[in-house]
């Protein structure tokens, strides 16, 4: 009963189905009524499945003797934590959760656990409970996956729903009420379903979106919204009831400014807004589809570290959890009532309660216990594998979190058995080590770590004789001796009681590798363990109380696997797998032969390579050969069989065209497929399960014998391959044997156990042909990569990439109890001789062993390297010693026998190449110091210019020399930097780039939608042409095409450039309202400054013009200063050389005087000293003398004590320094004074003797007087040249004096202006703020009116071009009417019915065409809109079929009799043409409605927003004269000399001058002279006006003569045209009109058809005449048989006239069986023809009632006319017929 039940409910589910999902889309009144009669039959509410007929059962080998029930379940160890919303509720004791294809019922008191498999077998997609926790959903994974509703705790399958999506659900909810359940499907189809589960019916579907959906849920308080998110989206959807049925409407979140953000969580709001969370912590609070506020944590922290999910609303708190492991308490009023800041979106708050669950916590989804109306506990899955019980009262009294359940996170990395237990030890990457006594059902430890697990191996019993060694590699490439033991069996040694059954301790940690382990193997005898890594490398250890290490290998890659040779091998060996396909053998370590070395490395290690190369292309090929072949035998032997029937040469051409045919090539994949699992098979043999595209076989493979090849370089194929069925796509990740290799068991990729039988000692697997297969894990991520059996061979443990452990067994649970004695596994004890734990490797940057070792020897290295370099530098040192010793002994010799430096050299070549070291050295050390010399020049430089260099600051005095005049620098201050607000402000006037921009895209889409819009006319007038074979045409015929084709592509060519130049004429031409740019400048500066007034419209100005005016002038009047400043300082230092060279001019003259007589020498000039104000820089000048005595100052104040700082020190140096000056300054005076005495009196000694000795002789006194005028001279040159330099430097400084006082006047002007620029800018600064809001509204108007002007731009743009596409369709209309016309020819008698058929109406379903924008647009409108369009139609083709000529149908199904069938057909193509023209018109029509309203709306916005613009602008004129009005009424200190007043009164100037107006006098008669100037201009204006008028008028004149000019020749062309062509012709298309190639090749092929048929004409001419003279033979002979015909003709008359006379007697007897047999004939067809009206009748009563229905008016259909009736056959017409 209940599986009929079942196939009834099947059936009935599936047309429900299908019924509704068109409802969401169209739903048609007929339909509904359908889907309502089918929806009264209602599913009893007792109904349940069979469960046992639906889960999934183990796929076996057909004709195989594989029990069934092979394995058996035995417990689940894992979870699937990182799985989304994986934790649900029945009961208050009951969880449930998905793990691989099975559904885990878990009790949290007891601990047990119940299973569900999955029906499907493809895996279980989404779970949850329904509100009253009498039912939960199970929605499935696999084609066309169905949703499973199941009864609690009865177990029982009660409902199924079909048909939701494709491949997999993502997600199921309830409603509030629980009568509706919703259902969200994955890829590709993201189906969105809402069901009536108890009638297994779909009210609505409909996509979802194109990206994941993570969620899906109903509004807890208006149960017709809907909520989805998922990957970067939410959507919101509202159920509407419209009069064709419920409607699903979905609108998209817009993210606006935020990041769009993935959303795992949101939570309804009662006022329909949506609290959403984020990936960053924060939650965004949604109203409507936009983001109202992004709510975050004080200070701009987040809500949560990660990922954010809001959870739970009641009592006005909002509770969140996050993937930092706490749960947050926020206010639900401040939430709800939030507003962004000034400054975004964003808003700040803070938690009222929070709770830390724990660390390393990640929580993802929580489940509510409701046994109680206001329960607190809660229940949370945590992705790092573990339940968490919370209780979220948070109270004084609330307990802490409790973890209820702990699993491992993420996929297992690691799993093996123990040797002599049952005990399974397993690893991750979440740092941990777990323990598992998989009889007992139980965890038995834990230990964790600081890095991820990789790899885990069991000691054998040969190692650890108690069994509790494990060996456990880590992804930091460190390896951990882990020892298991029973802590509880220490109580009897050491007398304490811990607790737990087991622990692990750390026996001994050692780091062979540098990267993650990733497999551990023993030897086969446990002397050796060797370790692999994704270092590409393998260490060898040896195996004792303590491992010691042996030394390694490099492998071509990633190690994927290890294996050792079995005992049956006689070679010790290790075979390594590499993931990249080479597999290397090595030798095992003899201890015995290794040498200490400096490293670990074992490069003379025997080794044998292997690369595999891909064969499964050439497999398929041969199969496909085979395959072919025998085929192609099968068709051989049905030709030999039909041989006799066909001819041979026909046998022949297509065993010839088979033989063609080739096999697909050789592929290799690059890069290669990945290495999955390999084993050993036979010794030097070993079989490989490939990945990729290798995969599904297993290919058996051995080394090669050449292994000279490089390994990376090496192909090799496997010499033998074995097919695994069904694992095209599913390649075998793991394998594994039962201890008596009966047994092969393979982990799959898609999650599923294969076991193999085996016959003993089958290595060649020849016996692996049947097998057992079970989907196990998930079939997607859950790659099963780790197989076991227990070592009784009596369980099966399975470990996935999902995080999931089972254990099965392979007897049933009754079978096992009875045999096993023990009911928990026996653990290890402990040594007696337990110690204290090893101490761990936990530092990160470890030294691996070989680094270590690498150390170690370089630190030797490096010790005895010291050592050798001390001791030589000892020797050399000594050696220093004796050669010093040489070389003095050497300089102790007398000069003769000393020995010369180069004789000291023992080699010259030696000495140079010390030196060129030295260079180099040298060279080097600069290199080195370069950057730092650089930095210390920079950096005295730097001080240079603060200290010195800057004289900006200082006052330098320049003093005359003869004179009292003296003239000083101004004191600048350094001026500061402008800012680069004031340099760069931003300007308030109009955008124009955001118009130009707008203006060039506009530009841009228009070119685009003009090359769019090009509609190929040929697309509709011409007809395909089937061309046949081309006729090879002559040389001459080629020649002329080609030269016709050269002049049509030249005419082509010109006529493009002439369209092109009209097209630019067309362009450059002015518009009927084009007004010259350069008068409408003059008309605008006419009418603001009528007469030199300026009227109201002003220049603006604000604070920052202001600011830069004043920054302007006082940077002029900087410039200004700094130039007078640097005159001064070079006249200064002219003084400075004058000084210097009057001193050198001092001393010549002092030589010269020297020379004199005392009374012929006149006074020397008093030489100017350079004052201390002159060289103010002199401070700062100091040497090495000065610096030293700075030291020593420094040295003492620091000894004494007292302390009074350094600007004491300074000042007593500058006092020294002074003084040291002055005393230089005297002495130097003291030393010249004396040494004038002493030149003096030593002349007048020298010349005494003279005097008083002899008298001088003439020649001497004549030489004497020359010698004594040529020193006058002399003298005197040199005291004119000095006072002349004098008086030039004075006369300079004199003149700069004057201009100084000028520049004074000018800057005290200056001044007055900076103070009226201060006030006004003050003035200016208070209309800041309101100016500047205003110019923020301006510049909104502005950016909103240029973007309404393009968009409005645009829409005209679009708009004319409908415009143009509907004028170009109508063309088309006209011309395919006129091709219709052309077709039908005159005097057409089939013209009327062929115009009918042309012209009728046929109502054609609309094309609807499927756009991605479906999942954002109302399907409500949209189906309203399709309605309206539909009736629309409906009424235009009843409209037009009432106005049809005669009143009778038009039978366009049947070409009548005498009509050409082909003009039928054509006029029929013409008629589907015509009628997709006229839906084209339409359709373009109605779009360039909608773009005219949308231009119509643009103006209205585009209008008001001028208006409010001018508004802003007039407000902006309004302030503005304000400020001119407040600017005005500053009062403006002006200088004035009396000539400048001529404000007199009474002939003198008053005192008060407030009356007066200051005014310039070049401005005053520049207005004086203006007058005359505007009445020139104006008389100049009217002659232009006067001349702008006649010449506008001649133009009108010329355009008029030159338009009837135009009319005139098209008249005179077109004549033209028709009297040489007959009618209007393209002259352009005759232009371009190229050699008609195929007329050439029939001209060609007429002639060639000629000749053969004037030859084959002959041939006929000279079978005529052969026929002719055997006709006069055969008529000789026809005329001897109508002779004898004549008499024979004769007795046929006789005998005629006899059987008349008989037929008379039997004529009446046959007359009337024929009349009796025509009349059932008749009878027959009438009959007939009544059947066939009634069904006519019928149809048209249902086509009645279904537009009825409809709605609209109701038309007779088209009929089809009857044949007629043929005419009653008669035995009389038959007589007569017969006569």
């Known amino acids: 009963m209940l599986g009929e039940n079942g196939a009834f409910v099947s059936e009935q589910t599936e047309s429900t189905r299908t019924s509704s999902h068109e409802e969401c889309d169209t739903k ?854 004796k050669f010093k010793k040489v070389l003095n002994d050497n300089q102790n010799l007398s000069e003769h026998i000393r020995l010369k430096p180069e004789e000291l050299q023992l080699d010259q070549r030696c000495y140079k190449q010390a030196e060129r070291l030295k260079a180099q050295r040298v060279m080097e050390v600069r290199k080195q110091l370069a950057w730092e010399q650089e930095r210390c020049s920079i950096a005295l430089k730097k001080l240079q210019d603060w200290f010195r260099d800057s004289l900006g600051g200082k006052m330098v005095t320049v003093v005359a020399i003869q004179t009292s005049h003296r003239v000083s620098t101004y004191h600048l201050p350094e001026p500061a930097e402008l800012s680069a607000q004031v340099r760069h402000r931003s300007t308030t006037r109009e955008p124009v780039g955001h118009r130009d921009a707008a203006l060039d895209c506009r530009k841009v889409r228009a070119e685009t939608a003009k090359g769019s819009t090009k509609i190929d006319e040929e697309e509709v007038l011409c007809h395909p042409v089937i061309r046949t074979a081309k006729i090879k045409l002559g040389d001459r015929q080629e020649e002329r095409l080609r030269k016709a084709a050269e002049k049509a592509e030249q005419a082509r060519a010109k006529i493009e450039k002439k369209k092109q130049e009209w097209a630019q004429i067309y362009a450059e031409k002015p518009s009927e309202d084009y007004e010259d740019p350069k008068d409408v400048e003059a008309i605008r500066e006419a009418k603001e400054n009528i007469g030199d007034y300026i009227g109201v419209k002003h220049r603006r100005v604000n604070a920052e013009m202001k600011r830069e005016e004043l920054i302007s002038l006082e940077e002029n009047m900087h410039e200004k200063q700094s130039e007078l400043n640097r005159r001064i300082v070079a006249l200064r230092d002219s003084k400075l050389r004058l000084v210097s060279w009057l001193r050198a001019q001092a001393q010549r003259l002092q030589k010269v005087q020297q020379r004199l007589a005392v009374h012929l020498r006149r006074p020397p000039p008093i030489l100017p000293n350079i004052l201390t104000e002159e060289v103010p820089e002199e401070k700062l000048w100091y040497s090495h003398s000065t610096l030293e005595r700075y030291r020593s100052l420094r040295e003492q104040r620091f000894r004494d004590l007292e302390q009074e700082g350094a600007a004491s020190l300074l000042e007593q140096l500058e006092k020294e320094m002074e003084e040291d000056k002055k005393e230089e300054e005297q002495r130097r005076d003291v030393e010249e004074t004396p040494r004038l005495s002493v030149s003096s009196v030593t002349r007048e000694e020298e010349e005494t003797p003279v005097d008083e000795g002899s008298e001088l002789s003439e020649l001497e006194e004549e030489l004497q007087k020359e010698e004594e005028i040529r020193l006058l001279h002399e003298q005197n040159t040199l005291l004119e040249e000095m006072e002349t330099a004098v008086c030039q430097f004075d006369a300079e400084l004199l003149l700069l004096c004057r201009q100084k006082l000028h520049l004074d006047w000018r800057l005290k002007l200056a001044d007055l202006r900076l103070v009226t620029l201060f006030q006004e800018m003050l003035l200016l600064k208070q209309f800041q703020r309101r100016e500047g809001g205003l110019h923020e509204k301006l510049n909104t108007c502005i950016m909103e009116e240029n973007s309404i002007t393009s968009k409005l731009g645009e829409c005209n743009e679009q708009l004319e071009m409908k415009r143009r596409d509907i004028a170009k369709l109508q063309e088309r209309e006209k011309a395919l009417t006129a091709a219709f016309q052309a077709s039908l020819g005159e005097n057409n008698k089939y013209e009327e019915f062929l115009t009918k058929v042309f012209k009728k109406k046929i109502k054609r379903v609309k094309k609807k065409e499927q756009t991605g924008n479906e999942e954002e647009e109302d399907s409500d409108g949209d189906s309203d809109g399709d309605s309206d369009g539909d009736s629309e139609e409906d009424d235009d083709w009843d409209d037009d079929y009432d106005s049809e000529e005669g009143g009778a149908a038009v039978n366009d199904s049947i070409c009548p009799e005498g009509c050409e069938p082909e003009l039928f057909e054509n006029t029929l193509q013409l008629r589907e043409r015509r009628l997709d023209l006229e839906e084209l018109l339409t359709e373009e029509k109605k779009s360039a409605e909608a773009l005219k309203k949308e231009s119509d709306s643009l103006a209205k916005k585009e209008k008001s927003v001028k208006s409010s613009r001018a508004a802003l602008e007039d407000d902006l004129d309004l302030i503005n004269r304000e400020k001119l009005q407040k600017i005005s009424e500053l009062d403006v200190v002006v200088p004035l000399r009396l000539h400048q007043i001529e404000y007199v009164v009474n002939g003198s100037v008053p005192s008060d001058l407030n009356e007066a107006l200051v005014l310039d006098k070049s401005e005053l008669d520049r207005l004086k002279g203006r007058i005359q100037q505007l009445q020139g201009e104006k008389l100049h204006q009217k002659d232009l006006h006067r001349q702008a008028r006649q010449q506008h008028t001649k133009l009108i004149h010329d355009r008029r003569n030159m338009a009837a000019t135009i009319q005139t020749l098209d008249q005179q062309c077109n004549e033209l045209m028709r009297t040489k062509f007959g009618r209007l012709v393209d002259l352009e298309a005759l232009q371009m009109l190229s050699g008609n190639r195929r007329l050439e090749e029939l001209k060609q092929e007429k002639l060639l058809k000629e000749a053969a048929y004037a030859k084959e004409i002959r041939q006929w001419d000279a079978k005529v005449e052969e026929a002719r003279q055997a006709v006069m033979e055969v008529t000789t002979c026809n005329t001897e048989h109508l002779r004898s015909a004549t008499s024979l003709n004769e007795q046929k008359k006789e005998l005629q006239l006899k059987l008349s006379t008989s037929q008379k007697k039997m004529g009446r007897q046959q007359f009337q069986d024929y009349r009796r047999h025509t009349d059932q004939e008749a009878i027959q067809n009438l009959q007939d023809l009544v059947i066939k009206q009634s069904q006519q009748a019928e149809a048209l009563r249902r086509e009645i009632h279904l537009l009825s229905c409809k709605g609209g008016h109701m038309l007779p259909p088209d009929q089809t006319r009857l044949p007629p009736l043929s005419p009653l056959r008669t035995p009389i017409g038959s007589i007569n017929t017969g006569k």
Request: overall charge negative; charged content about 25%; glycine content about 8%.
């Open 28 to 881: 048609h009144p007929a339909m509904q009524q359908e889907a309502g009669s089918q929806s009264k039959k209602q599913l009893p509410a007792d109904m349940y499945y069979k469960y046992e007929e639906l889960h999934s059962r183990p796929y076996i080998t057909p004709d195989s003797e594989i029990p069934e029930n092979l394995l058996h379940l035995s417990h689940s160890f894992g979870y699937d934590c990182g799985r989304r919303a994986n934790l649900k509720l029945l009961d208050d004791r009951t969880l449930i959760f998905i793990a691989g294809n099975m559904l885990v019922l878990l009790d949290v008191n007891t601990k047990e656990q119940r299973y569900l498999r999955s029906c499907s077998g493809g895996g279980i997609g989404a779970i949850t409970a329904h509100p009253g926790k009498e039912y939960f959903v199970v929605a499935e994974k696999g084609k066309q996956p169905n949703i499973i509703v199941y009864g609690y705790p009865s177990l029982g399958p009660y409902r199924i729903l079909r048909g939701g999506t494709e491949r997999e659900y993502s997600f199921v909810e309830f409603n509030h009420n629980g009568s509706i359940l919703a259902s969200v499907g994955s890829a590709p189809d993201y189906t969105l379903t809402l069901w009536d589960w108890r009638q297994e019916e779909v009210i609505l579907s409909c996509k979802a979106i194109s990206q994941e959906v993570y969620r899906v849920s109903f509004s807890p308080y208006n149960p017709g919204i809907l909520t989805t998110s998922g990957f970067g989206h939410i959507k919101f959807w509202k159920m509407a009831n419209t009069f064709t049925g419920p409607k699903l409407q979905g609108l998209i979140g817009h993210f606006g400014k935020t990041v769009p953000t993935d959303i795992e969580g949101y939570v309804e709001l009662p006022d329909g807004k949506v609290l959403s969370g984020t990936d960053w912590g924060n939650l965004l609070l949604w109203d409507g589809n936009t983001i109202k506020v992004e709510i975050c944590r004080n200070d701009g922290r987040t809500c949560h570290a990660g990922t954010v999910q809001p959870f739970s609303l009641e009592d006005g708190q909002l509770m969140t959890i996050g993937s930092d492991g706490v749960v947050r308490v926020w206010d639900f009023e401040r939430i709800n009532t939030a507003d962004s800041n000034s400054d975004g979106i964003r808003f700040e708050m803070e938690p009222n309660n929070e709770l830390v669950v724990g660390r390393n916590v990640c929580l993802s989804s929580v489940v509510r216990r409701s046994s109680l109306p206001h329960s607190f506990v809660w229940f949370a899955q945590d992705s790092n594998g573990a339940i968490w019980k919370l209780d979220l009262s948070f109270t004084n009294t609330s307990p802490d979190p409790e973890c209820l359940f702990s699993f491992h996170g993420g996929m297992i990395q690691g799993l093996d058995v123990s040797k002599k237990s049952h005990l399974m030890a397993t690893t991750t990457l979440d740092c941990s080590v777990k323990v598992f006594d998989f009889l007992a059902k139980r965890e038995l430890t834990t230990r964790r770590f600081n890095q991820g697990g990789t790899a885990l191996c069991w000691a054998p019993a040969k190692v650890s004789q108690s069994g509790g060694l494990l060996v456990t590699g880590f992804e930091n490439g460190v390896v951990r001796l882990l020892e298991l033991y029973n802590p509880q069996r220490l109580q009897t040694i050491t007398g304490q009681s811990p607790e737990g059954d087991a622990e692990l301790r750390l026996r001994q940690p050692f780091k062979p590798h540098d990267a993650a382990v990733t497999a551990v193997a023993y030897e086969r005898n446990g002397e050796i363990l060797a370790t692999g890594s994704a270092d590409c490398t393998v260490f060898f250890f040896t195996v004792g109380e303590n491992y010691n290490p042996i030394g390694f290998i490099h492998v071509p890659g990633l190690v994927k696997a290890l294996e050792w040779s079995p005992h049956s091998h006689n070679d010790n060996n290790l075979v390594i797998l590499c993931q990249s396909g080479h597999v290397v053998e090595v030798h095992s370590p003899d201890l015995a032969t290794q040498k200490p070395t400096n490293t670990f490395h074992l490069s003379e290690l025997p080794r044998r390579s292997f690369k595999f190369k891909s064969i499964k292309s050439r497999i398929k090929r041969e199969e496909d050969f085979a395959r072919n072949k025998a085929i192609k035998e099968e068709k051989k032997k049905a030709k030999e069989e039909r041989l006799k029937d066909t001819k041979k040469l026909d046998v022949e051409q297509e065993e010839e065209k088979e033989e063609k045919e080739e096999l697909p090539p050789i592929y290799i994949p690059d890069p290669p497929s990945p290495l999955c699992c390999g084993f050993y098979s036979q010794p030097g043999h070993f079989w490989l399960s490939m990945g990729g595209f290798d995969s599904g076989f297993l290919y058996h493979c051995k080394f090669s014998e050449n292994q000279d090849e490089d390994p990376e370089q090496r192909q090799d194929e496997p010499f033998s391959f074995l097919p695994v069925h069904n694992a095209e796509d599913d390649p075998i990740c793991s394998i594994t044997f039962s201890s008596n290799r009966q047994l092969l068991l393979c982990g799959m990729n898609s999650g599923s156990i294969r076991i193999y039988p085996l016959q003993p000692g089958d290595h060649s697997l020849t016996s692996m042909q049947a097998y057992w297969t079970l989907s196990v894990h998930d079939n997607q991520y859950g790659h099963l990569r780790h197989i076991r059996c227990s070592h009784d061979d009596l369980f099966v443990l399975t470990a996935g990439d999902d995080g999931n452990i089972f254990s099965f067994s392979l007897l049933p649970p009754e079978e096992m109890q009875q045999s096993l004695q023990r009911k928990r596994a026996k653990i290890p004890s402990p040594k007696i001789t337990l110690g204290n734990e090893t101490e761990d490797i936990e530092d990160p940057a470890a030294y691996s062993l070989e680094m270590a070792k690498q150390k170690l020897q370089n630190d030797q290295l490096q010790k005895e390297a010291e050592l050798k370099v001390s001791e030589k530098q000892k020797n050399l040192s000594e050696l220093q010693k």
